[in-house]
Structure formats: C-alpha cells, structure tokens
C-alpha cells in the first residue's frame, strides 16, 4: 500500500501565501506525475497543478497560473505547492495524488489519493 500526506492547509487572508507539502510513504512505486486537485463544497474536484517526476515539467490550471507553483523533491518523495496572492475563491480542500501515465490534467488518470487538507482564504 502507498500512503500520501498532505499537510499545511489552513486560514489566511486574502492575498496571503501558504506552502502545502505532500509526502508519499510505504510501497515504492513508479511515478510518471504528481498533482494537486481541490474540491470545495457543493462543487466538483478540479485540477489545480501538476508535475513529472523525472523531468520537472509542470503544468497549471489557468485559474492558479502565476500564483501557484509546484515543485518536487525527489529524494524525499515530496511534492510541494506555493499558493501566493490567495483569493476566497480557492478555498477548498486541496488532494494531492499520483499518476503512472498521461494525462496530465485528468482527474481519472491519478491511481493514488492522499486524505486532503483544507485551505480557506478569508475575505
């Protein structure tokens, strides 16, 4: 089984910044991408960002470009998530998840979900 922790969600104001973390632990498996999904309530899970592993090829919804950025640690088998110049708007709870294969930006594609952390941005 693999295991995927997401952590450092929680409360800012508009226009603030938070780093979420997602760590993948027990069986080692091959990994083509990792990304990060958020779901608030009533709404359907979206994707927000994406990276390859061995390449570092990112990929952005364009609702989060230039605000967010992804990052890996290869090592640590940790994906990271920047989220500056926070808006109400992203407030959700925010999965991170693993793919074998393309597609990048499809939901279905990801095998392996972490539990979520929420994020929630104040007006």
């Known amino acids: 089984q693999v295991q995927l922790v997401e952590s450092g969600g929680g409360l800012v104001q508009a226009g603030g910044s938070l780093r979420l973390s997602c760590a993948t632990s027990?069986?080692?498996?091959?990994?083509?991408?990792m990304g990060w999904f958020r779901q608030a309530p009533v709404k359907e899970r979206e994707f927000v960002a994406a990276?390859?592993?061995?390449?570092?090829?990112?990929y952005y919804a364009d609702s989060v470009k230039g605000r967010f950025t992804i990052s890996r640690d290869n090592a640590k088998n940790t994906v990271y998530l920047q989220m500056n110049s926070l808006k109400p708007e992203d407030t959700a709870v925010y999965y991170c998840a693993v793919t074998r294969a393309p597609p990048i930006r499809t939901m279905s594609t990801y095998d392996k979900w972490g539990q979520g952390t929420q994020v929630t941005v104040s007006s």
């Open positions: 990276i390859t592993w061995v390449n570092g090829n990112t």
């Open positions: 027990g069986r080692t498996f091959s990994k083509y991408a």
